[in-house]
């Protein structure tokens, strides 16, 4: 079955911490995961992709075949990262996406 | 890239009623999706919107519920039929870019609420 499993909805951390937010998926073909980012009042966008391989905002997440995880790390947390972040199973059958149950980043000052 | 709009950006309805909300995207695209987000909770795939076909439901959601319309392949609707509170949700369209690597664009939702 086609999955992904975000296990922290909220997760708090003070200003200038690390923050890591774990994503695990199952999907028995080739993944492709992304990271979408919500912030207040705008639209669900793209943050990044596996594939590229990129750091978006000080954001990366490395894909690990082996541990079927994507988690998403940034080493410095800033206030404005604050936002609702969903890992997502892209591109499976007939093009669906998959989604994550999300999960609330809040930055402490 | 794709733009899409979406509307009504909100909406009061009484139970009993429907509600169509229209999906509109600023390319051509193959194929549109609408997903339900509950408060609090992720996004759930509701159906995918074929044009030239029917779509495509996911377990739990049903045509007479949820008639979907995509004429061309740029718009799309969705229709909410003889609502409850319930059906009190925000209601995403969803479609991917052309050459965007699987990336999924959204509207900016439809927040429904059935009194």
């Given amino acids: 079955a086609q999955r992904v499993t975000q296990p922290e909805k909220l997760l708090s951390v003070f200003k200038g911490a690390p923050v890591e937010l774990k994503c695990n998926y199952s999907y028995s073909g080739s993944p492709e995961l992304f990271w979408y980012v919500q912030y207040s009042r705008q639209r669900l966008q793209l943050l990044l992709r596996h594939i590229s391989r990129e750091s978006i905002k000080g954001f990366t997440a490395d894909l690990n075949k082996g541990e079927t995880s994507f988690h998403l790390k940034k080493p410095f947390a800033q206030e404005e990262d604050s936002a609702m972040y969903y890992c997502a199973l892209g591109n499976t059958g007939g093009f669906k996406t998959i989604f994550g149950a999300g999960t609330r980043l809040f930055v402490k000052a | ?115």
């Fill in chain 2, 1 to 115: 890239s794709a733009v899409i709009s979406q509307k009504p950006s909100r909406d009061i309805c009484q139970r009993g009623t429907s509600l169509t909300i229209q999906c509109q995207v600023d390319s051509q695209v193959t194929m549109m999706f609408w997903y339900r987000q509950q408060p609090g909770q992720s996004l759930t795939l509701i159906a995918t919107a074929n044009q030239g076909s029917e779509a495509t439901y996911e377990s739990g959601f049903v045509i007479d519920k949820f008639p979907i319309s995509r004429p061309n392949l740029t718009f799309s609707t969705l229709t909410v039929s003889n609502m409850s509170p319930e059906d009190s949700s925000i209601y995403l369209c969803s479609a991917h870019g052309t050459g965007t690597m699987g990336e999924a664009f959204f509207g900016q939702g439809t927040r429904l609420t059935v009194v």
